[in-house]
């Protein structure tokens, strides 16, 4: 059954920003995601995987910062993007807020989903190209981030991401290298996957996560 999208305004500490929800029919969770530092709402992997999960019980919540639904081109302090975000989250629509939670987000909106997960109450965190430290900065690292989520959590990594490849991470976090793409998940004309095998080794990816979680 096809999924609805609706687009709503709602204020933060931050301004105006955006709720882009794929509905799902018969949802049974609610995943909500944030957006990189230097993209917004209609990456690639976000809206495929709203669109796979929203066809089968999630609904997927795709937050706009109210930097980006500014027009500005440069993203805000860390902690006003968490508080933005935590606003986002609290105008939710009634009807979704008694669903299991699930946050995350791409790159910056994934460091994001990990500093307040316990705050909303998530049950996971799905990490999509997680910023480990800047390019070239391995000692500027921001493993305490993910580690301090405890909760379920999934990172979905480049294998040539210059913020940090799926190696870079310890053993034991639950981390999916995509093969030969980069920090977007796009890959080279030479690579072993398409760039439209690559994100849907994404969302193949995330939707295998999200099976195994509460409401599956």
Do not use: K, N, Y
């Not at 049974?28 to 089968?56: C, Q, T, Y």
């Not at 937050?63 to 902690?79: D, H, I, K, T």
């Not at 190209?129 to 989520?149: I, M, Q």
């Not at 690559?198 to 295998?208: M, Q, W």
């Amino acid at each position: 059954m096809t999924a609805a999208l609706v687009v709503q305004d709602v204020s933060t500490s931050g301004g105006p920003a955006r709720l882009h929800i794929d509905r799902a029919v018969r949802p049974r969770r609610v995943l909500a995601l944030g957006h990189g530092a230097g993209g917004g709402v209609g990456a690639p992997d976000l809206l495929a995987i709203a669109a796979r999960l929203s066809a089968a019980s999630t609904t997927v919540v795709r937050f706009e910062q109210p930097w980006r639904v500014a027009g500005r081109s440069v993203a805000v302090a860390p902690l006003r993007l968490d508080d933005a975000w935590l606003d986002g989250l609290a105008a939710l629509p009634p009807e979704l807020r008694g669903l299991p939670l699930l946050v995350g987000g791409r790159s910056a909106g994934a460091r994001v989903a990990c500093r307040t997960a316990a705050s909303v109450g998530a049950v996971g965190v799905l990490g999509l190209a997680f910023p480990l430290h800047p390019p070239g900065r391995p000692e500027r690292s921001r493993l305490p981030e993910l580690l301090g989520v405890h909760r379920l959590t999934r990172v979905v990594q480049g294998e040539r991401d210059p913020f940090g490849g799926p190696a870079e991470f310890p053993v034991g976090l639950d981390v999916v290298g995509v093969p030969g793409a980069d920090h977007a998940f796009g890959v080279g004309r030479a690579g072993p996957l398409s760039a439209r095998e690559s994100i849907d080794f994404v969302v193949d990816a995330v939707a295998a996560w999200v099976a195994g979680m509460p409401g599956a």
